[in-house]
């Protein structure tokens, strides 16, 4: 793609009617091309595909798979806004050095001294519910939890699997029954247990009622966790992450 220029010689002579009434001579016309618009848009494959920008303005929709943005400045020199209208729509702009970049179903942004998760209806937000439930609205924000559940999620490990990995990296591979349902209930709803409330989780599950995967998906997904952890505010922003 580049600058074309069409030309239409006089030389074609000049158009007449079946009354031999003939039109004026056929001008010269020039016009000029800009770059072809849809080389703006470069498109993933069926894997995972890391996209680098080659313009200053791109957009980059990624397919299945971890998609991943590379971009060359810090990220305090970027801003990070979220469509409105599509969930896993991003637009990137670094004003200083005068890009903007559209990111389309693209699960990460790697900065140059950091990186952004960008699949909050995905893999970054199972972390951030399990985080939140099993480690404390504060692990969210540590870059490194984040990672280490990313990197998991990335690898193909389910929703439950991944609880299962922070429940069993919390509590060991056999959970103190109180210890789990303290932990959760805090962690979740910002308070300890009620007695009651307390005795009747506890005794699921030491009959085998319940599991401790059990009890922990359900304060996962519990809209108190996730208004908690402030999950449409993830959503808004990305989920920053390490390495």
Do not use: C
């Not at 050095?97 to 693209?106: P, R, S, V």
């Not at 439950?160 to 029954?177: E, I, K, N, Q, T």
């Amino acid at each position: 793609p580049g600058n074309v220029t069409f030309q239409v010689a006089t030389s074609f002579g000049v158009a007449q009617d079946l009354a031999g009434n003939q039109s004026l001579p056929l001008p010269v016309y020039q016009f000029t091309t800009a770059s072809d618009p849809l080389d703006r848009y470069r498109y993933g494959t069926t894997g995972n595909d890391t996209f680098t920008p080659t313009q200053p303005q791109q957009v980059f929709v990624g397919g299945p798979g971890v998609d991943m943005l590379v971009l060359p400045g810090p990220r305090s020199a970027y801003q990070v806004s979220h469509s409105q209208t599509r969930y896993q729509d991003y637009t990137i702009t670094n004003v200083q050095a005068g890009t903007q970049h559209e990111a389309l179903n693209m699960e990460r942004v790697q900065f140059a001294d950091s990186k952004l998760a960008l699949d909050l209806d995905g893999g970054a937000a199972w972390v951030a519910e399990i985080l939140g439930a099993v480690f404390g609205r504060a692990s969210v924000a540590n870059p490194s939890y984040v990672g280490i559940g990313l990197r998991l999620a990335d690898a193909g490990t389910g929703f439950v699997d991944l609880l299962g990995y922070a429940l069993r990296a919390r509590f060991g591979a056999v959970p103190d029954s109180t210890a789990l349902v303290q932990t959760l209930y805090t962690n979740v709803a910002g308070v300890p247990p009620p007695a009651d409330v307390l005795a009747f989780f506890v005794g699921q599950l030491d009959r085998g009622e319940l599991t401790a995967v059990d009890l922990g998906q359900f304060a996962a997904l519990h809209p108190a966790n996730l208004a908690n952890i402030d999950l449409v505010g993830l959503a808004q922003t990305g989920l920053p992450y390490e390495p």
